[in-house]
Structure formats: C-alpha cells, structure tokens
C-alpha cells in the first residue's frame, strides 16, 4: 500500500481554512495513476451552514454596496496573482485531472486570469436602461433600473475544465457584487482552494468567497442547493443532476442557470477541404478525452467525402499521444476517473451490440507500469450507426465519435437536430450561404462554422433543451447575477 499523502485539501469558510475533521474526509485521486495524491475535508450540514451565513454577513458588511471601481480592482489583482502562482495552478489541475500539461497551461490555467479581466472590463463598460416616457395622457416620466447583486450564490462546477469554469462563474458573480459558496466536483477540489488564497490576498473581504467539499446527494451539494438563504443557482454538470437541482430550488422560485450536458452533431458537406476538416474534427472529438460539453459525438459527412474523412479521422486518432501529464509530448490525458471509464467502456461494448463498425479503439489501451493504474481509455470511432441507435443519442462524454453519411443538405439538418440535447453544433462548408444558412437552423445554443470552441467571452454562453437553461457570458452574466429594480420618476 502506499503511504497515504499528508497533503490536505480543506474547506475554506468566512476567510479561514477549517481544520480537517478525520471522520469526514474522502481521498483525491490522480486519475493518471490511480494514486491518492490529497486528502480532502468534506463539508458537513453545519459546515456549509457556516459558509452560506458568511456570506450572507459579508454582503451586509459592505460588498453587496461596494463601488464598481473596489470590485474591479480585486479582480485585476486577483488576475495578476494567479499569473504569479501560474505554475501551482497548472500543478493542482493536473494532480486531479491528468490532463496533458499543454492544455492545461495554454486553456485551463490561462483563461482563468482572462476570466477575471473580461469581467472586470465588461462590469466598468455596462451602463443602465433608461427610457424617457410619454404616454398618451401627456404625463412624461424617466424610467431607469438599478441593478443590485442577486445575493449569495451557490457555484456548482464539473470536473472536466475545473478551474476554467469556476472563474467563469465566479468573476462575474463577483464582478456584480454577490457573495459565493462554490462547491467543486468531488473529482477535482484542488484549484477551488488555491483560489481562496488568490482571492483573499486580492483584498476580497472575508466571506465573500467560500469553498465547501464533498459530494451530491446527501453531502455537500445537496445541502447548498437546499439551503434557505441561498439565492440563486449556477450549475455546470450532466442534465440528471441539473434536473434534480431545478427540482430543488423550485418551491423558493430561485434563478438557475443550468449548463448541462450534448450530444452534440457536426455536418460535413462535400466542397470542403478534407484535411482542414480532420484537424478541426479531431479537436472536437478528442481534446480534453472527449471530456467537453461542447465536443462532436455525432458527424454526418456527405457521402461522397465520407470514406476520405473517416481514414482521415482514423489515422488522427492513431497518432495521439496517451501518457504522462507533464510529457510535452503527450496529447491525450486519462478520463477523470474509473467510475467514468466504466461507463464508457459499457458504451463501447453497446456500440459493438447495436452493429457498430470499430473503426479504431474500443478498449483499454496497455500503459506504462506507473500509469498502469490510471483511468486510460482508447480514442474511439465508429461507422454503422444511425440515430435509432443509444450509442448515438446518449452522452458519453469520451473520446469517441459515431460517422454517418448523409446525401442532401435538408437530411444533414433532421439528422442533426434529432436529439434531446442542444447545446452545439459544427458546419463544415466553403459555401458561405449554406454555412449561414445551415448554422442558423440548428437547435442549440451555439453554432459554429469551419471552427470549433472558437468563443468571445461577451458573447451568450448555453444550451436548449437536455443542455441547459439560461445563458452566462458577456451581459448575460451580469443579468444573471443582478436583479433588476425599474424606478420611475414623473417630470
């Protein structure tokens, strides 16, 4: 047995790390190796109590009425200081989710002080609503909203991008004067807790950001979602669990916004450039293990480019990379956890029940000796499947990919929107009117054409349907984290 890390991970409430309780912790795991790298405090009912009440105080004690100028300056500064501590970012990101240190370096780590900038930026720009008013019986009036912070908001992130998403929510709910209780995936707890220390050392009040961890039902999630005083949701996680969570907050008519899982669908027609579009769909399929909300788990390809684009793909899955987090070389990291290659696996044999052609992977690949116990699964592609089948209506949220051929652009679009799901969509075309004209019909929240998580932060960010409810990004985000007062002044 290996000798259990002295490395503890722990609740941070009112401006304080809570001493451990030894009868309440549960390990962290690197899901490279298998190994226990940390031990983590879970948060009991009086613990999360605590962290809701903190941040109620720290509202009262002057956030919510901070000035713009006071908040903006936190978070420049707080943007600054995880620049300063880059590398043990980058080092906590990898210890939970063994991803290659390339994407953690150039996407995870560095989009968290971009986070904190943009909304710094965009809360300083963003005026009011104001209306001059004349009505028919010649009274004129002003009309202007005040928009004051929506309270104390519970943060509920995934494991899959964890720092990136937690700075996403957390930079405007800040920006917009709210307190926080963020509680992080039971998979990766570590960054959450680095940035405590940022954010304190920052200059943010005590209170105003508190860390709480453990698990779903029955720990902590379920205890902040349940919580009284707590007055708005935002979720990033699979659609069972935001459903639960809308259950939740429903009989106090809380605000939710609910980034949920896809199934998500690019159409590749013929007058494309192959190899352009094998770069793009590999990025799509495989970046992060497959492990993005946004990442292609269907592609219809116009027959005749289908055979071109499937060795094209093959041989992209082929020459990835699947090893250690800090070899440069490596570009395929292991999947999050054994739990999460359980199921996968359980889809790859699905795959092969419903008449699936292997086109590549479709098992455990065989690893180094030190890497033997982690969470390692093949890059996955198959043909032979049509949208009857689970396998291609079902979120997997692996590395893999369904190929289906199609013929005429009006059956590329049905095949496409027949889902639950409908968060993205990707068009590959050099037609220009087609491009617009396809992208626009499809039913998700974000449509791309000849790219992929290609994003501008003041844009809305969400899905329809089993993806989500609500949209965060640019003033989306400020809307959501403020409430609305409209005061009307008769001239």
Request: with cysteine; charged share 20%; net charge negative.
């Amino acid at each position: 047995m290996p000798e259990q890390p002295s490395q503890w991970i722990r609740n941070f409430v009112d401006g304080a790390f809570l001493e451990p309780d030894p009868a309440h912790v549960f390990d962290a795991v690197d899901p490279a190796t298998g190994l226990t790298h940390a031990r983590v405090h879970e948060a009991d009912e009086q613990i999360v109590d605590r962290a809701v009440r903190s941040a109620r105080r720290a509202l009262a004690e002057g956030w919510a009425d901070s000035t713009i100028g006071d908040r903006v300056a936190v978070l420049r500064r707080a943007a600054d200081l995880i620049e300063e501590r880059f590398d043990d970012f980058v080092a906590a990101e990898l210890a939970d989710t063994g991803k290659p240190v390339a994407q953690a370096r150039t996407l995870d780590v560095a989009r968290a002080p971009m986070n904190f900038r943009a909304y710094a930026d965009m809360v300083a720009a963003t005026g009011q609503e104001s209306y001059v008013t004349e009505p028919a019986v010649g009274r004129r009036a002003l009309n202007y909203a005040v928009r004051k912070p929506l309270g104390v908001v519970a943060v509920i992130v995934p494991w899959n991008l964890p720092l990136l998403l937690l700075t996403w929510k957390v930079a405007p709910a800040l920006a917009c004067g709210n307190a926080v209780v963020v509680k992080p995936s039971e998979d990766t707890p570590g960054t959450a807790s680095l940035l405590a220390e940022v954010l304190a050392e920052a200059g943010l009040p005590r209170g105003v950001y508190n860390v709480v961890h453990g698990f779903g039902a029955d720990s902590a999630g379920a205890y902040l979602t349940e919580h009284p005083h707590i007055d708005g949701v935002t979720f990033t996680g699979s659609s069972a669990t935001g459903t639960h969570v809308m259950k939740t907050v429903a009989p106090r008519v809380r605000p939710v916004s609910l980034e949920l899982g896809g199934k998500n669908a690019a159409i590749v027609f013929d007058d494309v450039d192959v190899d352009e579009v094998v770069e793009g769909l590999s990025r799509s399929i495989f970046t992060n293990t497959g492990q993005v909300c946004l990442c292609t788990e269907r592609v219809y390809i116009q027959r005749s480019v289908f055979d071109a684009v499937v060795a094209g793909l093959a041989a992209k899955a082929a020459s990835l990379r699947l090893g250690a987090p800090m070899d440069d070389a490596t570009t395929t990291g292991p999947l999050i956890s054994q739990k999460h290659r359980e199921k996968v696996l359980r889809y790859f044999d699905l795959a092969v029940e419903e008449g699936a052609t292997v086109v590549c992977g479709g098992g455990v690949p065989e690893m180094p000796a030190e890497l033997n116990g982690g969470s390692w699964i093949e890059p996955t592609l198959w043909t032979g499947l049509d949208n009857s089948s689970r396998v291609m209506r079902e979120e997997i949220f692996g590395p893999v990919a369904g190929l289906v051929p199609f013929d005429t652009e009006d059956e590329a679009i049905a095949l496409a929107n027949d889902t639950e799901y409908g968060l993205a969509a990707v068009v590959w075309t050099n037609d220009l009117r087609r491009g617009h004209r396809v992208a626009a019909q499809m039913n998700v929240g974000l449509s791309w054409v000849n790219t992929w998580y290609l994003r501008d932060l003041r844009a809305p960010f969400g899905g329809v349907g089993l993806s989500g409810i609500g949209r965060e990004g640019g003033e989306s985000s400020l809307h959501f984290y403020t409430e609305p007062t409209n005061i009307c002044i008769q001239l």
